[in-house]
């Protein structure tokens, strides 16, 4: 059972942050000459998972020294460094009234983001952010540097793109109201590519108190927003910040609400909606709180409920995520992420515990009433889960990287 302080790292052996692809690659040979040497990769460092993006005793490269944002003349293509921030790249475009399909928060990095899928506040028409890379700068475990693309490497292409607003706050007796509304808002005759939202429960085990926070955006100025219009009416709401603004100003104030210096842990489940399953999901989340909140000091515990992103034409944009491009997903499925905080080491295994039972009952509910889904999404996955295995055998084929040497993050046969 491992977990790690949200944004911090555990001792590392060596820190060599390199500033160019060239010393990736020096390093990178290196490290692969040595069948001894241990590393891991480091962009925003955001991943909640223990060695994920730090080797302890070991080497990271931290490539927060990738920073450079060259914006093509045609204002239409980027090209950015995987050590940036969602936030850096937005405030970049912002003077040419551009955005760029990206992470809702603005302090996550663009590299574990992109590698992992990435659900943006335009992912209803544009799908994951990695869907609408054109190429990747890739230094292979040879040290060698190549450029991935749909005509060159295009399977490293597929793997690496899958290998790896607003605001209201509510009150936690609108729950069965946020429910309604939520499974509404999923039924497909309901379906709005401009709507976008993130439902989150939170529990906090010091006051034994909830809340309910839903992050909408409407990716459509000019048109009413009734789809997500039955969210914003329920009352009563302690906050609502609902504004017409750009990327850089949602995502910085998302930034503000992350709690930071505290273990997390993240897990997931996708499922189709039904008329009964997130009030289920919701109630066994919820026993599950209770049964430790009064053991773990400070517990906080989400659970959101969002959007799969939808999928993007299989012939621009090889999808190694064993989705069926006709089937829709965007339209029907929920993608369910359970985290939970806690601010003592002590609680780890615990916690731990606790959230893979929420899982297991997640699966049993959803396996009941047959409305799972394999697909787990690797950006929100605990350690324990498998989120390249639930691929499907044809993925997990083209998925191959980096094995030996990188004991961190989630591979094929976690
Ligand atoms: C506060 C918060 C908000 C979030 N919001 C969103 C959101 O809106 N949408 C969404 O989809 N997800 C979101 N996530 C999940 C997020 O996408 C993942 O945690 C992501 O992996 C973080 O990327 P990073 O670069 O910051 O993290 P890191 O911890 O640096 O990296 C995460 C993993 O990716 C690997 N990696 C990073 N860069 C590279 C690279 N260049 N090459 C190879 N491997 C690499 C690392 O080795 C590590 O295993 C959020 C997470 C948090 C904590």
Redesign the pocket.
């Known amino acids: 059972m491992d977990s790690e302080i949200?944004?911090c790292s555990e001792k590392t052996y060596m820190h060599r942050p390199p500033s160019s692809v060239e010393e990736v690659s020096t390093i990178v040979k290196i490290l692969s000459a040595s069948a001894n040497s241990t590393f891991?990769?480091?962009?925003?460092?955001?991943?909640?998972?223990s060695g994920?993006?730090?080797a302890k005793w070991g080497v990271t490269i931290d490539?927060r020294g990738?920073n450079s944002i060259d914006i093509n003349s045609d204002i239409y293509n980027l090209q950015v460094g995987?050590?940036l921030?969602?936030n850096e790249v937005y405030q970049a475009v912002d003077g040419y009234d551009r955005v760029v399909i990206?992470?809702?928060?603005g302090?996550?990095?663009?590299?574990?983001?992109?590698?992992?899928?990435?659900?943006?506040?335009f992912?209803p028409v544009y799908g994951?952010?990695r869907d609408n890379v054109l190429n990747m700068e890739?230094v292979l475990a040879s040290g060698e540097s190549v450029n991935a693309n749909a005509s060159h490497h295009a399977d490293l292409f597929a793997a690496?793109k899958g290998?790896?607003n607003n605001f209201g706050i509510y009150d936690i007796s609108t729950v069965e109201e946020q429910l309604a509304a939520f499974t509404a808002f999923k039924n497909p005759a309901n379906f709005d590519p401009f709507a976008e939202i993130?439902q989150s429960y939170l529990y906090y085990g010091a006051e034994d108190q909830g809340s309910v926070s839903n992050i909408m955006y409407y990716s459509n100025a000019s048109a009413a927003m009734a789809s997500l219009q039955r969210f914003t009416d329920i009352k009563p709401q302690a906050l609502n910040t609902m504004r017409i603004s750009n990327s850089t100003d949602f995502?910085a104030e998302?930034?503000r609400y992350?709690p930071m210096d505290q273990y997390?842990v993240?897990a997931t489940a996708t499922f189709r909606v039904s008329p009964t399953i997130l009030k289920k999901v919701y109630d066994a989340w919820n026993a599950t709180n209770l049964s430790i909140a009064g053991d773990v000091l400070n517990l906080t515990s989400v659970l959101v409920y969002q959007s799969i992103p939808a999928l993007q034409p299989a012939s621009a944009s090889p999808n190694s995520l064993g989705i069926p491009p006709d089937s829709h997903p965007e339209r029907n499925q929920v993608l369910c992420l359970v985290?939970l905080y806690w601010p003592l080491e002590k609680d780890s295994q615990l916690v731990q515990q606790a959230t893979q039972s929420i899982i297991r009952a997640v699966d049993a509910l959803t396996a009941e009433e047959g409305v799972q889904v394999p697909y787990r999404?690797?950006?929100?996955a605990a350690s324990w889960q498998s989120p390249i295995g639930s691929y499907g055998p044809a993925s997990v084929e083209v998925l191959g990287v980096?094995r030996r040497n990188?004991p961190?993050?989630?591979k094929l046969f976690d």
């Open positions: 949200l944004n891991s990769i480091r962009s925003g460092g955001h991943s909640p998972n994920a993006a730090n490539l990738l995987t050590g921030t969602w990206g992470g809702r928060t302090s996550v990095g663009v590299g574990g983001l992109i590698t992992g899928g990435g659900i943006s506040a992912s994951f952010a890739v690496l290998g790896q993130k995502s998302l930034t992350q997390a993240h985290s999404y690797l950006n929100y980096f990188v961190g993050g989630l």
